[in-house]
C-alpha cells in the first residue's frame, strides 16, 4: 500500500486484476469477482443471457451443488449473491474471516466451471421469466426503458438488462457455454477483497485458484450513440413520472465533477434549486432528483419526477428554467456545499467493507485502477462555479429525452419543450371554441 491509498493491487501473468484492502481486527471479510460482460455486451439473438447466466451460476457448479453453495456461506452466518448490469456481472459474499478461503473457492468455482445443468436451466428458465414479467408491472423499471429505448434506439443500451420473454424461451445451455467461454476469462475479471485479511493471503489464495485460467483480453462492445428523443407512454395512474435527460460528459471526461456538482446543485437533496422551486414553492411534487451517469462512451444528464394529473403543464417550464438559470447563476457557496456532500459520501462509503470491495472492483474494471479518495477529492476541489456554468450550458445545449409515463394531459409536446429550452415561450395553442348548452326540452321531446 501507498500513503495515499489503502489497497494493494496486483495483475497477474494472465490478465486477471487482484485487489486486497486490509482491514485488521475487523472481524469480516468481503470478497468479489467482477466480470466485463452485461447486457451492452449481448446480441439481440441472446439478450439476457448475461443475467440467465448469473442466475445458473447458483445452481451448481464442477464442484459444489446449490445446496453447498448456500450452505457455505449463508449456512455460516455470511451472506452471498450477485448482480448483473448493462455493463458487468458482479458475484460477492461477506463471511467471517475463518470462512474465507472456502468462500473465494465457491465463487471462484462459479465463475470458472458452471454445470448449466439441463433440468436446472428449465427450472431457472422459469424464474427468469417470472421476474422479467414482474419488472413489467413496475413504473420504474418502464420509464427507465422508455427513455433508453429513445435515447439509444436500436442498440444494446435500449434492451432490458433481464431480456425479452420470447429470447429467454429460446436460450440454450449451448448458447450459455458460448457466451460463458467468450466473457468469462481472466483478462475480463477484477476480483477485489476488504477485510480481516492480509494481502499476500489473498494474492496467495486467487493465484492458485484463478492463475491458471486463459490469457484472454476484455471484451470489446458496440460503442452507444446518443439519440435522443421523444417517448410517451399513457397509462392510468395516480401520478406522471417523467425522466428528461440530456447527453453528458463520459467517465474520464474532465467536466464530470462539474457536471456531478451540478446535478447536486439542481436536485440533489433539500436544498436543492429544483426541490425548492418545483415541491416548496410550488407543490407540484413530493420529490424531485437530479443525477449523472457516465461510461466509457456515453453519458446522461437526468432530471427525475413525479407530478399529479395536469400539474405537468405547469412543471415543465419550471424546471426548464431552472436548467437555464444554472447556465448563468450558480454561486461559490453552492459548489462549496457540494463538494462538502460529495467528501461526506466518500467518508460513509469507507465505513462499510461490502460498499468499498464493490467500488474499488467496479473502479478497477472501468479504468484498470481504483481511484483513491484524494485524487477525487483533488478533482473536485478544482471545481469553480464558471466551470459548473460552462458544463451547464453545454449539457443543456444538447438534444434532449423525455420519457414521461401515466396521464398525459398537460404535458407540453416535446416541440414546446425544445422551445422552452432554447429561453422561449412556446406559441399558444389555439382554444377550441366552448361548447354551447344545450336548450331544455321536455322529456318527451327528447
Known amino acids: 500500500m501507498t500513503a495515499d491509498t489503502d489497497y494493494v493491487l496486483k495483475k497477474l ?12 481486527g475487523s472481524h469480516k ?14 446480441d439481440e439473438r441472446v439478450n439476457g443471457i448475461s443475467h440467465f447466466i448469473e442466475h445458473m451460476l447458483f445452481k451448481g457448479t464442477k464442484n459444489y451443488s446449490r445446496a453447498e453453495i448456500l450452505g457455505n456461506t449463508r449456512g455460516k452466518g455470511g451472506h452471498i449473491n450477485a ?53 413489467e408491472d413496475k413504473q420504474d423499471r418502464i420509464l427507465s426503458r422508455q427513455l433508453m429505448q429513445a435515447a439509444y434506439p436500436g442498440q444494446p443500451f435500449s434492451r432490458r438488462v433481464l431480456g425479452d420473454v420470447g429470447v429467454i424461451e429460446t436460450v440454450t445451455r449451448d448458447d450459455m457455454f458460448a457466451y460463458h467461454g467468450k466473457h468469462y476469462t481472466a483478462g475480463n475479471m477484477v476480483v477485489a477483497v476488504v477485510g480481516d485479511v492480509t494481502p499476500e493471503e489473498v494474492e496467495a489464495l486467487v493465484s492458485a485458484r484463478m492463475g491458471g485460467m486463459p490469457d484472454v483480453p476484455a471484451t470489446d462492445f458496440q460503442p452507444a450513440v446518443y439519440a ?24 474520464d471526461d474532465d467536466d464530470l465533477p462539474a457536471a456531478v456538482v451540478l446535478s447536486h446543485i439542481l436536485g440533489g437533496g433539500m436544498t436543492s434549486r429544483l426541490f425548492e422551486n418545483v415541491r416548496e414553492k410550488h ?23 413525479a407530478t399529479g394529473p395536469g400539474n405537468a403543464e405547469k412543471m415543465m417550464p419550471i424546471i426548464c428554467r431552472e436548467l437555464l438559470r444554472a447556465t448563468r ?11 462538502a456532500s460529495v467528501k461526506m459520501g466518500l467518508l460513509e462509503s469507507l465505513e462499510k467493507a461490502s460498499g468499498r470491495c ?46 414521461a409515463l401515466g396521464p398525459l394531459e398537460g404535458l407540453p409536446s416535446y416541440d414546446d419543450i425544445l422551445e422552452m429550452m432554447q429561453g422561449r ?22
Open 13 to 24: 501473468p494472465n490478465g486477471l486484476t487482484i485487489i486486497a484492502s486490509p482491514r485488521p
Open 29 to 42: 471479510v468481503s470478497l468479489g469477482i467482477w466480470v466485463g460482460c452485461g447486457s451492452r455486451h449481448e
Open 83 to 135: 448482480a448483473t448490469s448493462l455493463a458487468h456481472t458482479y458475484y460477492y459474499a461477506t463471511v467471517f474471516p475463518q470462512d474465507f478461503a472456502k468462500a473465494f473457492d465457491i465463487i471462484s468455482d462459479m465463475v470458472m466451471f458452471p454445470a448449466f445443468d439441463a433440468k436446472e436451466l428449465e427450472t431457472e428458465r422459469k424464474v427468469v421469466l417470472e421476474e422479467i414479467r414482474r419488472s
Open 228 to 251: 435522443g428523443g421523444d417517448a410517451r407512454l399513457s397509462r392510468k395512474q395516480s401520478q406522471l413520472a417523467i425522466d428528461f435527460c440530456f447527453p453528458g460528459p463520459l467517465k
Open 283 to 305: 407543490g407540484l411534487v413530493y420529490g424531485i432528483h437530479a443525477s449523472c451517469w457516465a461510461t466509457e462512451d456515453t453519458g446522461l444528464f437526468s432530471i427525475e419526477a
Open 329 to 339: 447563476d450558480i454561486t461559490a457557496e453552492e459548489v462549496a456545499e457540494t463538494i
Open 358 to 403: 464493490d467500488a474499488i472492483g467496479r473502479q478497477a474494471l472501468r479504468h484498470g485502477i481504483p481511484k483513491s479518495h484524494d485524487e477525487i477529492l483533488a478533482k473536485y476541489g478544482k471545481v469553480t462555479p464558471e466551470d459548473v456554468k460552462r458544463v451547464a450550458k453545454k449539457i443543456f445545449s444538447g438534444k434532449p429525452t423525455l420519457a
Open 425 to 446: 415561450e412556446p406559441a399558444p395553442k389555439p382554444k377550441l371554441p366552448a361548447p354551447q348548452p344545450r336548450p331544455f326540452l321536455p322529456d318527451h321531446l327528447l
